[in-house]
């Protein structure tokens, strides 16, 4: 419209507007000053949109950002045999899945003593249990805890070592560590500690489970010797557990032998599996079985690895966890005491 009054008003553009040229000159000019302010108007929404851009722009890589450190946070703290990479034996004694698979074996174990605890103090006296292993190795044998922290153990071998570890809150270890510990205190009052009567207790009270205990042979051993129905034939025992008999550890005594159990079942995985290159003090400064003087720990042979077994047995109890590692630890040699036992009542 501005361009428009200017041509009609102008006295020279309004002498040329009879001239076609003249108007079409007029017209063009007319466009540009409307496109200039049109464009003019337009200026500050192209300036609220550019900077609506950056500032979205900002944001999006303000969240991605975030998104990025939490999984990268998530990363740090996992275990490095979830990510199955290469770490080392300190680190994985520190490792926060073997906290937590410590305080579910626990949890597991003890039943209702520590469900009223509660989980989650479950798990910090686990951690606190951990840290005094660290402490007290670094005290006793600053050699072997330096050579932890340069021992490297592949994804595969720390998930063997964790593994290991599972069997002690498997369902059929936990009702087999319930029937020996009320063994070995019927025994205790009733026989006076007879050991071959406590042979024959153990044997009886462990039977009904001669088929959990060659499944769970198989799952750690390759060699299975018979299948235990054939032995069992027509005998059918009963199986009935009552803890209200046994011995009762305080709650902090079951966390604290529990975490050493599992502390030194650890190193022992790494020993099998590592050879020379695992340091044995790790290992021998969390071993129980001194109190009899015997390892107690590898199933022994004939009547001498029964005894041992079941001196292990006698010095675990009433330590759930401990009788566990017993039992897994002289696996071979209790399937064969209780193969005998059943050979015996079934004439097999």
Same mark, same amino acid.
């Given at each position: 419209?501005?361009?428009?009054?200017?041509?009609?008003?102008?006295?020279?553009?309004?002498? /040329?507007?009879?001239?076609?040229?003249?108007? /079409?000159?007029?017209?063009?000019?007319?466009?540009? /000053?409307?496109?200039?302010?049109?464009?003019?108007?337009?200026?500050?929404?192209?300036?609220?949109?550019?900077?609506?851009?950056?500032?979205?722009?900002?944001?999006?890589?303000?969240?991605?950002?975030?998104?990025?450190?939490?999984?990268?946070?998530?990363?740090?703290?996992?275990?490095?045999?979830?990510?199955?990479?290469?770490?080392?034996?300190?680190?994985?004694?520190?490792?926060?899945?073997?906290?937590?698979?410590?305080?579910?074996?626990?949890?597991?174990?003890?039943? *209702?003593?520590?469900?009223?605890?509660?989980?989650?103090?479950?798990?910090?006296?686990?951690?606190?249990?951990?840290?005094?292993?660290?402490?007290?190795?670094?005290?006793?044998?600053?050699?072997?805890?330096?050579?932890?922290?340069?021992?490297?153990?592949?994804?595969?071998?720390?998930?063997?070592?964790?593994?290991?570890?599972?069997?002690?809150?498997?369902?059929?270890?936990?009702?087999?560590?319930?029937?020996?510990?009320?063994?070995?205190?019927?025994?205790?009052?009733?026989?006076?500690?007879?050991?071959?009567?406590?042979?024959?207790?153990?044997?009886?009270?462990?039977? *009904?489970?001669?088929?959990?205990?060659?499944?769970?042979?198989?799952?750690?051993?390759?060699?299975?010797?018979?299948?235990?129905?054939?032995?069992?034939?027509?005998?059918?025992?009963?199986?009935?557990?009552?803890?209200?008999?046994?011995?009762?550890?305080?709650?902090?005594?079951?966390?604290?032998?529990?975490?050493?159990?599992?502390?030194?079942?650890?190193?022992?995985?790494?020993?099998?599996?590592?050879?020379?290159?695992?340091?044995?003090?790790?290992?021998?400064?969390?071993?129980?079985?001194?109190?009899?003087?015997?390892?107690?720990?590898?199933?022994?042979?004939?009547?001498?690895?029964?005894?041992?077994?079941?001196?292990?047995?006698?010095?675990?109890?009433?330590?759930?966890?401990?009788?566990?590692?017993?039992?897994?630890?002289?696996?071979?040699?209790?399937?064969?005491?209780?193969?005998?036992?059943?050979?015996?009542?079934?004439?097999?």
């Amino acid at each position: 419209a501005r361009a428009r009054a200017s041509c009609v008003h102008h006295p020279q553009h309004a002498a /040329e507007m009879s001239s076609p040229a003249a108007r /079409e000159r007029c017209h063009d000019e007319e466009e540009d /000053e409307e496109v200039a302010f049109v464009a003019r108007r337009r200026a500050p929404m192209r300036r609220v949109a550019a900077v609506a851009a950056v500032l979205a722009t900002f944001v999006g890589l303000s969240v991605c950002l975030v998104l990025c450190s939490m999984v990268l946070r998530k990363l740090a703290v996992a275990s490095p045999s979830a990510r199955g990479v290469s770490s080392t034996a300190r680190a994985l004694l520190a490792s926060e899945e073997l906290r937590d698979l410590t305080t579910d074996n626990l949890m597991a174990l003890h039943g *209702p003593s520590l469900a009223a605890t509660g989980r989650s103090s479950v798990r910090d006296r686990v951690s606190l249990g951990f840290d005094r292993i660290q402490r007290q190795l670094e005290q006793s044998h600053p050699d072997a805890a330096e050579q932890l922290d340069r021992l490297e153990v592949s994804g595969e071998q720390q998930e063997a070592a964790l593994r290991s570890l599972r069997k002690f809150g498997d369902a059929r270890m936990v009702l087999m560590s319930r029937s020996v510990a009320e063994a070995v205190e019927d025994n205790a009052r009733d026989e006076g500690g007879d050991s071959a009567a406590l042979q024959r207790r153990l044997s009886d009270a462990l039977a *009904p489970r001669l088929a959990d205990l060659f499944h769970m042979h198989a799952e750690m051993s390759t060699d299975v010797p018979v299948d235990p129905t054939s032995a069992l034939g027509k005998w059918h025992p009963q199986l009935e557990v009552d803890m209200s008999a046994t011995r009762r550890l305080s709650v902090l005594d079951g966390i604290t032998g529990g975490v050493s159990a599992h502390a030194q079942a650890l190193f022992e995985s790494l020993e099998r599996q590592l050879g020379g290159k695992m340091p044995k003090a790790p290992a021998r400064m969390l071993s129980f079985e001194s109190s009899y003087g015997g390892s107690g720990m590898g199933a022994g042979s004939g009547d001498d690895g029964t005894a041992k077994f079941m001196d292990c047995i006698k010095a675990a109890v009433p330590d759930p966890t401990k009788v566990c590692k017993c039992i897994a630890d002289n696996l071979e040699k209790v399937v064969q005491m209780v193969m005998a036992y059943v050979k015996s009542k079934t004439g097999a």
